[in-house]
Antibody
Framework: QVHLVQSGAEVKKPGASVKVSCKAS????????MHWVRQAPGQGLEWMGI????????SYAQKFQGRFTMTRDTSTSTVYMELSSLRSEDTAMYYC?????????WGQGTLVTVSS | QSALTQPASVSGSPGQSITISCTGT?????????VSWYQQHPGKVPKLMIY???KRPSGVSNRFSGSKSGNTASLTISGLQAEDEADYYC??????????FGTGTKVTVL
């Protein structure tokens, strides 16, 4: 069955960068796109971007353009997200979610805490 | 891209039906039949309940149904049960490979 396993929690200082991984299994990795979604504490879901696991092409929410990057490694069936210039407002749970259809399978989430 | 508008809360008694609205614009909900709905219990990962406006994934109860009219999509839960108490989010394709979520609705079973 489909599994998306994300890397562990991170604590970062303001201005730093964070990179989170999402390892997929149970399906043909390159046949699907992958979304990234975040949820600040007590807040709603926020779409960040999507990557084509086959070609690596990406689309980002305008809000994150310039400091958010998604990549993938087809040899390990892993997608990555990197968020730079972190600020306190970036403290959130970050999820990867497979597109097929929409957000059908989700990772367990990675808590990123930004604090001085 | 602004979040889709949902009521902050909706409540109902067991056995009743409730409907959650999700209002967008002609650039998202009104222009594409790619509206989906997610259920999220506290501390849990969101779960896909409806996709492409009205389709149910395998394993989702037929008590959940979706529809759309113009710029507003709706999720109806019939025969409300205690386990349905959760947060619900809509999401729409917004063109150019972008998506937008709704503000979220807390469903309370009285």
């Amino acid at each position: 069955q489909v599994h998306l396993v994300q890397s562990g929690a991170e604590v970062k200082k303001p201005g730093a960068s964070v990179k989170v991984s999402c390892k997929a299994s149970g399906y043909t990795f390159t046949s699907y796109y992958m979304h990234w979604v975040r949820q600040a504490p007590g807040q709603g879901l926020e779409w960040m971007g999507i990557i084509n696991a086959s070609t690596g092409s990406t689309s980002y929410a305008q809000k994150f353009q310039g400091r958010f990057t998604m990549t993938r490694d087809t040899s390990t069936s892993t997608v990555y997200m990197e968020l730079s210039s972190l600020r306190s407002e970036d403290t959130a749970m970050y999820y990867c979610a497979r597109k097929g259809p929409d957000f059908d399978y989700w990772g367990q989430g990675t808590l990123v805490t930004v604090s001085s | 891209q602004s979040a889709l508008t949902q009521p902050a809360s909706v409540s109902g008694s067991p056995g009743q039906s409730i409907t959650i609205s999700c209002t967008g614009t002609s650039s998202d909900v009104g222009n594409y039949n790619f509206v989906s709905w997610y259920q999220q219990h506290p501390g849990k990962v969101p779960k896909l309940m409806i996709y492409e406006v009205s389709k149910r994934p395998s394993g989702v109860s037929n008590r959940f149904s979706g529809s759309k009219s113009g710029n507003t999509a709706s999720l109806t839960i019939s025969g409300l049960q205690a386990e349905d108490e959760a947060d619900y989010y809509c999401c729409s394709y917004a063109g150019s490979s972008t998506y937008v979520f709704g503000t979220g609705t807390k469903v309370t079973v009285l």
